[in-house]
Nanobody
């Protein structure tokens, strides 16, 4: 059973930065793509960023240029570095493990999810 544990959320002012971490259990972490999603109150969970097992990065248009996804395959950890944060970035952020090495931006392409970490950006 794979477990994903996010950390690093919190309250930040607009324009500020946060780094989210997601620690994963399991021995084959590097074989899978990893993604970050977020869900704001009353909205659907949406794709934020993903990184393939080979290290290719993809971002939602809304965060491109402001967020950076990275991974450490030794520590079995994926990160989301967020800068120039806006109030509309406020949401619960989830990390997820892809079913394959190159998952897309759709939720069903991910089989394990973390519990989520709250990010609140004040104006």
């Amino acid at each position: 059973q794979v477990q994903l544990v996010e950390s690093g959320g919190g309250l930040v002012q607009a324009g500020g930065s946060l780094i989210l971490s997601c620690a994963a259990s399991g021995r084959t972490f590097s074989s899978y793509g990893m993604g970050w999603f977020r869900q704001a109150p009353g909205k659907e969970r949406e794709f934020v960023a993903r990184m393939t097992g080979g290290g290719i990065r993809y971002y939602a248009d809304s965060v491109k240029g402001r967020f950076t996804i990275s991974r450490d395959n030794v520590r079995n950890t994926v990160y989301l570095q967020m800068s120039s944060l806006k109030p509309e970035d406020t949401a619960v952020y989830y990390c997820a493990r892809g079913r394959t090495a190159r998952p897309g931006p759709v939720r069903y392409e991910y089989d394990y999810w973390g519990q989520g970490t709250q990010v609140t950006v004040s104006s």
